[in-house]
């Protein structure tokens, strides 16, 4: 295998007394992408800030491209692009004219950089508003400029701090191909994210924190497998069937309330399948007795977000986990998120 592009051994951050990072340890390899999930103050970001070395770390080594951030970090700062949560672009400026100015802090001369801008504004599909001030950009547009500002070093890894955040399902799958071509090309990529469709169709390697620690690394499936159970899943016509049919079920079966999920808004209802196929046949059983009409029965394996819900018990976009009272102590675990 490889020199990984991005190796942490046992990265350790605290601000005050809330600890942002507790002896995380994560690889990218070259040409892969890492998706680094958790709730909002699970370290997410700060372990981002340690890489780009914004932030430095009180304990363990961060090594990029075999350069110690805190040895090196001008060599470090060579060879990432950082793509924010918002674009960091000025708005003033015309697109090229960012790209531009961009490429020459990075030491391009005045003709290398014009030839890259050139480059990735034809890739990103922005040559018909090259010349336009950013400020005019849609979302979608921005978020691509942002995207191309960040490579216009050629940067060995690419760190993404929720770069879809905001965007409509349009802007949000091209970013998605876009990052796809630059995994196809070799760039290896860390990316946070709370969207779990993002982190199934585009990471190698799923890495989720919470409250500072690493509660499981692997691939979206083997992460998916951590819950060990299949689920049974129910959609109906309308929502009051979906209550009735969660009553019927508890009272009936005796379901822990920790195995059924009732979901009104979308029509539907899981429960865990201790016993496989015989809690399928036991929910039509159940289902059928009571005269509930079902749109939709089938056994199926756990999604990611279940599984994300399961390792921390909460859902990905769930935006507050913080459990301080202490008002110091709640603005420094804002500021470790």
């Known amino acids: 295998m490889a020199e990984p592009m991005l190796e942490v ?9 809330v600890t942002a990072l507790s002896g995380i340890d994560l690889e990218v390899q070259p040409g892969h992408i890492a998706a680094l999930l958790g709730p909002n103050g699970a370290g997410k970001t700060t372990l981002v800030r340690i890489v780009a070395t914004l932030t430095r770390p009180d304990a363990g080594q961060v090594r990029v491209a075999g350069y110690d951030v805190m040895v090196d970090p001008y060599a470090v700062r060579a060879r990432i692009g950082l793509t924010g949560q918002y674009a960091g672009l000025d708005e003033v400026l015309p697109g090229r004219a960012n790209l531009m100015l961009i490429g020459r802090l990075a030491g391009l001369s005045k003709r290398h950089a014009s030839a890259r801008a050139d480059e990735l504004i034809e890739r990103f599909e922005l040559t018909a508003a090259a010349d336009r001030a950013v400020g005019t950009y849609s979302g979608g547009m921005r978020r691509r400029a942002d995207l191309a500002a960040s490579l216009m070093a050629r940067p060995s890894l690419l760190v993404l701090d929720e770069p879809t955040t905001g965007l409509d399902p349009g802007g949000r799958l091209a970013l998605w191909d876009a990052l796809g071509a630059l995994r196809a090309e070799g760039t290896a990529m860390l990316l946070t994210t709370q969207y779990l469709e993002e982190a199934e169709r585009l990471a190698d390697l799923v890495h989720i924190l919470d409250r500072g620690r690493m509660v499981a690394s ?17 959609r109906f016509e309308a929502a009051d069937l979906v209550r009735t049919a969660g009553s019927a079920l508890a009272a009936v079966l005796g379901a822990p309330p920790d ?29 059928a007795g009571e005269g509930i009409a079902v749109a939709d029965l089938g056994l199926r394996g756990p999604s990611l977000d279940e599984a994300f819900l399961a390792l921390t018990g909460q859902h990905a976009d769930q935006a507050e986990v913080s459990q301080v009272q202490d008002p110091q102590a709640r603005a420094a675990q804002a500021r470790a998120s």
């Open 218 to 234: 692997g691939t979206p499936a083997a992460i998916r497998s951590r819950t060990g159970s299949q689920l049974v899943e129910a």
């Open 259 to 287: 195995d059924l999920h009732i979901d009104p808004a979308a029509g539907r209802l899981t429960l865990v399948a201790r016993d496989g196929v015989g809690s399928l046949l036991e929910v039509a059983r159940v289902l």
């Open 9 to 17: 051994t046992g990265a350790v951050k605290a601000f005050g007394k």
